[in-house]
């Protein structure tokens, strides 16, 4: 009896102990209020004004990607418009157009050095709904330049190529081989960057860094409400997933037990309840609350700045809470459509319901995909996957193009958090994986929370000083590369 109570106390000694060490870790590890540094116009001939009359332009061709077109007139205006803007990027450096995706060359003094290539696609969504300013007007007002594109994702398209263009005019000679790569339909996960992929991937190309939409400088994103750089260097896989039931089908007077939607509503009853997926913190989740975690409140810097006490029981508490906090830690289905017969008092022969799936770095497509098939199984329900792609693999971190982007954020905006982040959205970047192992989603444009929600919603728009820093940011970043 006595051992025991010595066990107890001892065990509850320990937790006190635990408890105090992690509270003494959080308040140390609190990080300060940072603000980008102040941005100054002039530096190094930036144009600020003219940029923002560019992105305009751009702004002006609705060149939105829709299923199953065969127009593509938008985007060939695309191509005219940046001829007309870029002329010495058209005139100076190799350009290949893979079918509608444009890809640029631009010879370095070496080619024996790995090349870089920047990337953002020229195609954006439909633009619905009642905006402050026309979607495609591309008016410049209160600094900010406003409609479809800004943010997702002309405003860094037109950083690159005003950066690119300005060195190519001085003369400039990047160290390495720097390519740009623009496709033209990322929004309908077209084919624009795997052609431009196999493309470079023939020539027998590698890179040493790919530089693609997906992060950026953000306010008030993932809890952390100072500017921080959201640095993305994984993102889950997907898929298209349709369930289907059969019966004999009939009129709706006669009915029998367990039709088709019973049989599909006991799936989605059961992953809705119970979802399969294995919880667990991966490594670039922990990376990222780690960095996360100074500039967070109390209590979350108390449980996500202390995962050696906290770790073992937070992939569980996540799946509890739902949403980007579960996402980050298993596979997701997401039941979107459904569809029976075509009359309301008619059985269908067949029905069907769809679900978008997300794959995540400890349970792959193979996994999740016959977890999923268990429970249908089970059921008597069909499973087929419609279309997706796996996860892809990780940025290696551990290289010199990491370390100049995360040392050229410092530069351009200041000691700011950085944050290295797993993106639960899809980029055309994953195809780079094939040819290169560090790539990186991040522009270097500062978004406000609201500017980061109007991405394909309304009244888009990104600052004209923000889109100025992001030219000095390539402009820097090429120059210092390979120094
Ligand atoms: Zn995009």
């Known amino acids: 009896m006595e051992n025991v109570i010595i066990i107890l106390l001892c065990l509850a000694g320990f937790i006190v102990v635990a408890f105090l060490v992690a509270v003494i870790n959080a308040i140390r590890i609190k990080g300060s209020y940072k603000e980008p540094k102040e941005f100054r116009l002039g530096i190094d001939d930036i144009n600020s004004q003219l940029h923002a009359s560019h992105l305009a332009r751009m702004i002006q061709v609705p060149s939105v990607s829709i299923r199953d077109s065969n127009d593509f007139s938008q985007i060939k205006k695309m191509h005219k418009v940046l001829e007309e803007l870029y002329p010495n990027i058209h005139n100076r ?24 290539l920047l990337m953002s696609h020229m195609d954006v969504v439909e633009a619905t709904g009642s905006w ?12 900010k330049i406003w409609g479809r594109g800004a943010v997702d994702t002309k405003g860094a398209l037109c950083a690159i190529l ?34 431009t992929v196999e493309y470079l991937y023939k020539q027998g190309i590698r890179f040493d860094l790919v530089m693609d939409e997906g992060g950026a400088v953000m306010c008030g994103t993932m809890g952390i409400n100072e500017p921080s750089a959201m640095v993305g260097i994984v ?19 006669i009915p029998f037990n367990n039709n088709p939607f019973a049989q ?50 937070l992939p569980a508490v996540c799946s509890k809470m739902g949403g980007q906090a579960a996402a980050l830690v298993q596979s997701t289905c997401v039941f979107t459509m459904a569809e029976g017969s075509s009359g ?19 349970e792959n497509e193979e996994k999740t995909l016959n977890k999923l098939k268990k429970v249908a199984d089970k059921y008597n329900v069909e499973m087929e996957k419609i279309s997706g792609y796996d996860i892809c693999p990780t940025a290696d971190t551990n290289t010199y193009a990491y370390k100049q982007v995360l040392k050229q954020i410092k530069e351009t905006f200041g000691d700011i958090p950085i944050v290295p982040y ?31 929600k109007s991405a394909h919603a309304i009244n888009e728009n990104l600052d004209v000083s923000s889109l100025s820093r992001g030219v000095t940011f390539y402009v820097d970043f090429i120059k210092n590369y390979g120094k």
């Not at 402050?132 to 600094?143: A, E, R, T, V």
């Not at 001085?170 to 084919?191: F, L, R």
């Not at 993102?235 to 007077?253: L, P, T, Y």
């Not at 294995?278 to 500039?295: G, I, N």
């Open 93 to 116: 450096l190799e350009k290949i157009d893979i079918d509608g995706a444009l890809l640029f060359k631009w010879r370095g003094k070496s080619s024996k050095a790995l090349p870089i």
């Open 132 to 143: 402050k300013f026309s979607p495609f007007s591309g008016k410049i007002s209160d600094g």
């Open 162 to 195: 005003e950066a690119v263009e300005h060195l190519v005019s001085i003369n400039y000679v990047p160290s390495c081989d720097v390519y740009i790569a623009s496709s033209n339909n990322e929004e309908i996960t077209g084919d624009g960057a795997v052609k």
């Open 235 to 253: 993102e889950k896989g997907r898929a298209n997933v349709k369930f289907i039931a059969h019966s004999s089908g009939g009129h709706a007077s």
């Open 264 to 313: 599909l509503s006991k799936v989605v009853s059961e992953l809705d309840r119970k979802p399969p997926f294995k919880k667990k913190l991966t490594k670039p989740v922990k990376r990222m609350y780690k960095a996360m975690s100074p500039y967070l409140s109390f209590k979350y810097r108390l449980v996500l700045g202390n995962l050696w006490l906290f770790g073992g029981i």
């Open 344 to 362: 309301a008092n008619v059985i269908p022969e067949t029905a069907t319901c769809t679900a978008n799936v997300r794959f995540i770095l400890h």
């Open 422 to 452: 797993v993106m639960l959205a899809g980029t055309d970047s994953r195809h780079y994986t094939k040819i290169c192992d560090c790539v990186i989603r991040f522009v270097p444009l500062i978004f406000s929370e609201e500017q980061q």
